[in-house]
């Protein structure tokens, strides 16, 4: 039995063993349905030309761990951003652990995805946002949606600043041989509202790992979001990450994606806009070598005017990695006055380092100042020698030389913590001690 028709023939006994409401078992049985006719995506869907997911298919993956395993803090301490405090919504192989977690409900609501899908209490929000903007065509999406039942659940009252992060880390223990899990995240922030969030997902040893997660993310009238992915796996996870975010008028909605670990990594990054003067900010900063393979493909649909857009995704290849950028801004007829800038620049360390650059505009108003690039090239020799000449070793020449490329991401985050925490795993890649704190 492939993995597919596994996951088919699972669906009845998973739904068997949660309380599903009638409505949740529409939208389950659709998007199985939907999943069972498209299968996995292959390279003769344009959307997924650079990517294939043939490789990692094949492991006969556990769909439910046998056991609800347990860790120590300990062990996974150097995963959180310890040094600052956190709410955390933490799992383990799939299970919400609450050893580990650090949750709440005063003021505003940072908790599971269980509580909210299976509680009478919580039915009219998830009647309004429960998969609205994910979407209903993408098979993976729809697999998703057919087993979402554990994830993270935030939701952000109106005028709210919340005084810390929100860490949301999924750790796989490895206990099983091979281990499939279908987090399902949903953040709701209200009007006038603030929230930054880390997600991240982390592997304890090298069995196989492959996380298909949603997360869909609602922004209201000028309410602020800043989220954060930290991808740093090891190579025998495989993660394929679908994030929709929907923006009312004034807000303003950044994502950062560091990749930089994992043997397979998909982000799908789909912003659309729903009101006046939104702003949206996409960035990535990609460091991966051996055979490691890292696409993101992004999308922004501006479908309003007076709304802007800033993509700026930087990718360093060694080895035999593969890097993919396949961006598109979308500017429908009404949308005038937009403003959206994409920029994709790579560097190549090693001539078997592969890179596929797709960026895309389609813009269908008159009055608008887009614009995109692209660059692909090697290490500034001229630089380097400039460096060496004045004593800085060719090792760390070439380091400084790859973290000033990445830096114009870098400054842009907006927790201290984190910014010196992406420091010194970008110094860990390069193999060098930068020799200063940020």
Known sequence: MDLKEKLISSFMAFEESIDVNHELHDVRTSAIKNFENKGFPTKKEEAWKYTSLNSIIKNDYSVFPKHENTIEFKDVKKFFIHEIDTYKVIFVDGKFSSYLSSTTHDGLDVCLMSSALNKPKYKMIIDEYFNKIASKEESLTSLNTAFANEGAYINIPKSKVVEKPIEIIYFSTGKENALMVQPRNLVIVGENAHVQIIERHQSLNENPVLTNA????????????????IQNDMQSANLIDNTYIAQKQQSHASVHTFSFGGNITRNNLNFYHQGEHIESTLKGITIIGDKQHVDHYTLVQHATPNCESHQNYK????????????????????AQKTDAFQQNNNILLSDKATINAKPQLEIFADDVKCSHGCTIGQLDETAMFYMQQRGIPKKEAKALLMYAFSNEVIESIKIPELKQRITKIIATKLGVNLGFDL
């Open 214 to 229: 949603v997360t869909e993310i609602f922004a209201q009238k000028r309410a602020i979001v800043d989220y954060y992915k």
């Open 315 to 334: 990718t360093i290849l060694n080895d035999s990695a593969t890097g993919v950028f396949n961006g598109k801004i979308f500017v429908e007829k009404e």
